[in-house]
């Protein structure tokens, strides 16, 4: 197995990116009340999101054309050995259709951690404490989830460890 260093330097900036997509979407939901913030964070959001965009967009046209001889070139794109930044490729599309429609329609009305229910087990239904449950064992399963959502929320967040 081996990675490219401008693959690994992609992931990175990419997860970096994510992140700061995300902190900036909750910031937005906790400054509503200021209409000029809001115009500038929505405003760095989307340059963020673009600039996300045609950067992936341009390193993965990039590294699919190379290729040793011509006729390679024009099988590139459907070589085994780019199935994975294909795959990736698709992912992304699929989060970025997510971030746009959260920027079109907003986020979800949460007033509680989804995660920990707020009634007894027994007054919720068999049904809806298997989906609590499952969602918590997906979330919990997935590697750096959690620790991802404790830093996004602790930077938006007034806690006893301001980052800001």
Request: hydrophobic share 50%.
């Amino acid at each position: 197995n081996n990675i490219s260093a401008q693959t690994l330097i992609l992931l990175t900036v990419h997860l970096m990116l994510l992140i700061f997509d995300r902190i900036f979407h909750k910031w937005h939901y906790r400054n509503s009340s200021r209409p000029a913030s809001l115009k500038l964070m929505d405003a760095f959001n989307v340059i963020i999101l673009l600039a996300e965009f045609f950067w992936v967009h341009l390193f993965i046209i990039i590294e699919l054309a190379k290729a040793s001889n011509p006729r390679e070139q024009k099988i590139a794109l459907h070589s085994d050995s780019e199935i994975a930044l294909c795959f990736y490729y698709v992912l992304w599309m699929l989060y970025l259709g997510v971030c746009l429609t959260q920027r079109k329609h907003g986020l979800p009305a949460v007033d509680h951690d989804t995660l920990r229910p707020t009634q007894p087990p027994d007054s919720m239904g068999i049904w809806i404490e298997k989906i609590h449950t499952f969602s918590w064992y997906a979330h919990y399963a997935l590697p750096f989830v959690d620790d991802l959502r404790v830093i996004i929320d602790w930077s938006v967040m007034p806690t006893s460890l301001d980052l800001w």
